[in-house]
């Protein structure tokens, strides 16, 4: 499908969300309870097909964590970009998709090792990378006393 | 008490037991520990547990102007660095929306197919020696060796070029380049089939390969396996093909597939690719038109406010780029999907069930870099 037609497609599907400019792919912003919902009718419907999991990251924007996934169909080619909006920032906690597509359990626990989002039923919820005192470095309030040099 | 710490340390949960491979284990070529569960010589779990080199490049590049970030891809995966670079660049031109010169998008496809070459060289040969042919690694980095001297010749640097900038190269590449490519082709047309007949029809080799850590289709799609290891489970998956960049819609050549997805397949997909990619090299060797080697740059690159992404392929799968900017000469946030992190992971379902010495060759075949994964 191209962009247009996947939009018309997705409009049917969805009643409350909202549809950004992007010049390259179809972007589409769910709500978070609506969000795994969503996201296997994705993988499920047989003429989108969305198998393949490209990347899966979060973006903080200093009020709200954004969770941003490229997904693409191995079949039919086509890509979107699925965002959704974690308004809670002090303890944000998204839905797990790690049961729709494997490979989202390990971008899931990287998004929780460096941004601190925890995802609801997720098998293995561990940090990744950082120790577990070590505070969550992407987000942008973060500051790391222990290795600054005091002038 | 004693007793009891004894006997969680060594035999874990349930009566297993627990050796440690890594972090410093030679045949993971990097800091990378596996926790394997055993129960004889079979595997009945393995863990991986990443983060001995997580340098943290996303946060680093949050600080840095967007030519000074290509530097940094440099050090995810050395063994595909000018790829590395020109993701980033693509990204950034893509976001500027800028036309750069045919004569840039001729030699970053040249180079590419070099580093593709060269990368899968040194696997090559790492990876007879992870199996006890030692004689693999000489053959190995003798002929990688002239790849090297070419990049050496043309920009100063042998691993970490960054030779590409947003809008282009750094400098024009070398008058001999072209002659200096010829050379080599000719040169390693003659020394492939050694590789055929030192390794590939080696009966210790094939026993130790042929049906060992089979990745079915279906697999490799739900855990985002990429890059060659993806396509001997017949997942076609080349970016080269489905989202072409650079001059890769200009050229023929093949996608290799095969069908048996383990050990071996792997094996044979990045041999048949090396014939691949010098396909590709003669092709384009001739024809590099005349022109400028950078298109016209400010100084100060500010990318539009919004969100940008690039996928390109790596000599290990498939590499994107996202880019968040809010207008700032430094993006607001960059993501890496590197394709070693996704490739990782399938190895704690692929060695179940054989032998601890078959978990060399299974990660040896899915051809990991270490710092790709932790960034």
């Not at chain 2, 102007?65 to 940094?72: E, G, N, V």
């Not at chain 2, 890769?248 to 069908?259: A, G, H, K, P, S």
């Not at chain 2, 290990?316 to 990782?344: A, H, M, Q, W």
């Amino acid at each position: 499908m191209d962009n247009s037609t996947l939009r018309q497609r997705l409009e049917e599907l969805t009643v409350n969300a909202v549809y950004p400019v992007n010049k390259q792919y179809t972007e589409i912003i769910i709500p978070a309870e609506s969000y795994h919902e969503f996201c296997s009718l994705l993988k499920n419907s047989q003429d989108m097909l969305f198998d393949y999991l490209i990347s899966l990251t979060a973006v903080d924007w200093k009020d709200h964590f954004m969770i941003v996934c490229h997904i693409t169909s191995t079949i039919h080619r086509h890509t979107i970009i699925v965002k959704t909006q974690l308004s809670d920032y002090g303890d944000p906690v998204a839905d797990t998709v790690s049961d729709i597509w494997r490979t989202a359990e390990f971008h899931e626990r990287e998004v929780f090792d460096l941004f601190g989002i925890r995802f609801r039923h997720h098998p293995d919820m561990r940090r990744l990378f950082l120790e577990d005192d070590f505070g969550f470095p992407l987000r942008k309030d973060f500051t790391d006393e222990s290795r600054m040099i005091v002038k | 008490m004693q007793e009891e710490i004894v006997k969680n340390v060594i035999l874990g949960e349930e009566d297993d037991y627990v050796i440690n491979m890594g972090p410093q284990h030679p045949s993971t070529h990097g800091v990378l520990r596996f926790e394997v569960s055993l129960q004889g010589e079979t595997i009945k779990k393995v863990i991986p547990y990443c983060g001995y080199i997580h340098r943290g490049i996303e946060k680093m590049c949050e600080r840095d102007t967007y030519p000074q970030i290509i530097h940094l891809t440099d050090r995810m995966d050395y063994l595909s660095a000018h790829i590395n670079n020109e993701a980033v660049c693509l990204c950034v031109e893509k976001a500027l929306e800028i036309e750069i010169p045919e004569r840039v998008s001729y030699i970053r496809t040249i180079l590419d197919e070099l580093n593709r070459i060269a990368s899968h060289q040194l696997w090559w040969c790492a990876m007879g020696m992870d199996m006890g042919a030692l004689t693999t690694f000489f053959y190995g980095l003798r002929d990688r060796e002239k790849i090297l001297d070419i990049f050496e010749e043309s920009f100063g640097s042998r691993l970490l070029h960054s030779f590409n900038t947003p809008g282009g190269l750094m400098h024009d590449v070398h008058p001999g380049f072209q002659k200096r490519i010829k050379e080599f082709i000719s040169y390693f047309r003659r020394k492939l089939p050694e590789y055929d007949q030192l390794l590939t029809d080696n009966v210790i080799f094939k026993e130790r390969s042929v049906g060992i850590g089979v990745l079915s289709r279906e697999d490799a799609i739900q855990y985002g396996v990429t890059g060659p290891s993806g396509r001997a489970s017949s997942f076609s998956c080349d970016v080269r093909k489905i989202e072409p960049y650079g001059v890769y819609d200009r050229v023929n050549f093949n996608e290799i597939l095969r069908t048996e997805g383990d050990t071996m397949a792997r094996y044979k997909v990045r041999i048949s690719e090396m014939e691949e990619s010098m396909k590709i090299l003669e092709q384009l060797v001739d024809n590099i038109p005349a022109g400028d080697f950078t298109a016209k740059m400010k100084a100060v690159i500010r990318l539009p406010a919004g969100e940008f992404f690039q996928r390109v392929e790596t000599a290990r799968g498939e590499l994107g780029v996202y880019i968040v900017s809010d207008g700032n000469k430094t993006p607001y946030r960059i993501k890496f999907r590197s394709p070693n992190f996704s490739n990782l992971f399938i190895i704690s379902k692929l060695a179940i069930g054989f032998k601890i010495a078959d978990l060399v060759a299974i990660s040896g075949s899915l051809d990991l870099v270490i710092p790709d994964i932790d960034r």
